[in-house]
């Protein structure tokens, strides 16, 4: 009686588990068409390229939660959990998020977009620097931030004219900027809700903890940025879906890293040094030569990543590969 009981249960966790499952994804998909669409007004308002407003608001409402997570976490001592969420989201944001995106549609995009993933290599590649030593300091992660800051004032000299978004558009602009952060509200939220009742739905089928781990958790944190990827994608709005993603992973490097380090130095697990962070690099270096080449991502060069994220995960279900978080 008691196993019939258990088994009622279950099947009762289960049925409100999917019903919080839709929920979320319907959250997901609306928000995510209410993003991609407010950051194209945004765009025509200021007279720029979509792949800017992506590169900046679009990748901030995204990242935004990732940030405030990895400032806590380094507060409470848990600094590896930051950096470990930064590196694996930099590496699912371009070899498995973008790749997807790029095989359902190449992505014909700006030349602003080449010039941008250079800068996300370099920087990159700095902070892989910074963790060479094991450790990442606060003078380190202070330097990070200015990073950041200085690559903004960059885009703010060179490609926009406040000037020129006319007067009578402003009022909808501000409108616009809000609705854009809301939006990305509902998708993050969205994200969580598809993301932790998944979860416990696999668990409740009798899904291991470990394929759980790697797939559905690791890939969770970036659920928000591939919603928003593959909406701009099937809209034929490329620049929104590559900018999202490169100014997704300027954030990761520069600010959930430099921020958490700033309140606690963080300690860097040789497999993040030795293989993670080689990894992020090469499928960034991959992309800034692919846009290089003709301002686009091809089927070819989407199954490339795609291949080299599937030997990663190998490698992470292996054992071979270790993420804090």
């Known amino acids: 009686m008691s196993g019939i009981s258990s ?24 928000g995510s068409d209410i993003f991609v669409e407010a950051a194209t007004r945004i765009a025509e ?13 679009a990748s901030v409402a995204t990242t935004l939660p990732e940030v405030t997570v990895s400032a806590i976490s380094s507060y409470r001592g848990n600094s590896g959990i930051a950096i470990g969420n930064a590196v694996g989201s930099a590496l699912a944001n371009i070899a498995l998020i973008l790749a997807i995106s790029a095989m359902i549609m190449p992505l014909n995009v700006d030349k602003i977009a080449s010039e941008n993933s250079l800068i996300m290599v370099g920087v990159t590649f700095y902070a892989w620097l910074l963790m060479s030593n094991g450790e990442i300091s606060r003078i380190e992660g202070l330097t990070l931030v200015l990073i950041y800051a200085a690559f903004l004032y960059y885009l703010y000299r060179k490609h926009v004219k406040l000037e020129e978004v006319e007067k009578k558009s402003r009022c909808n602009v501000t409108r616009d900027v ?22 416990k739905i696999a668990r409740a089928i009798g899904i291991p903890e470990v394929v759980i781990g790697v797939t559905l ?28 993603i490169i100014g997704a992973d300027i954030l990761d490097i520069l600010m959930v890293i430099g921020i958490a380090s700033m309140i606690r130095p963080i300690r860097v697990d040789p497999s993040i040094v030795k293989i993670v962070m080689p990894i992020t690099l090469l499928v960034m270096i991959i992309l800034t030569v692919s846009l290089f080449r003709n301002n686009k991502i091809g089927r ?11 030997a990663f995960i190998y490698l992470l279900t292996q054992g071979k590969v270790y993420i804090p978080g």
Do not use: C, H, Q
């Open 217 to 244: 958790v690791s890939i969770g944190t970036s659920l928000p940025e591939f919603a928003n990827s593959l909406t701009a994608t099937l809209k034929k709005i490329p620049n929104v879906s590559v900018g999202n």
């Open 300 to 310: 070819k060069t989407a199954v490339t990543l795609l291949i080299i994220y599937s």
């Open 178 to 199: 809000l609705i854009l952060f809301l939006s990305g509200g509902m998708v993050i939220l969205g994200a969580e809700l598809v993301v932790d009742s998944a979860v």
């Open 45 to 57: 308002a200021f007279k720029v390229s979509e792949f800017l407003i992506a590169l900046v608001l």
């Open 7 to 30: 088994l009622g249960g279950r099947v009762g966790v289960t049925i409100l588990e999917i019903l919080i499952f839709s929920a979320g994804l319907l959250l997901l998909i609306k």
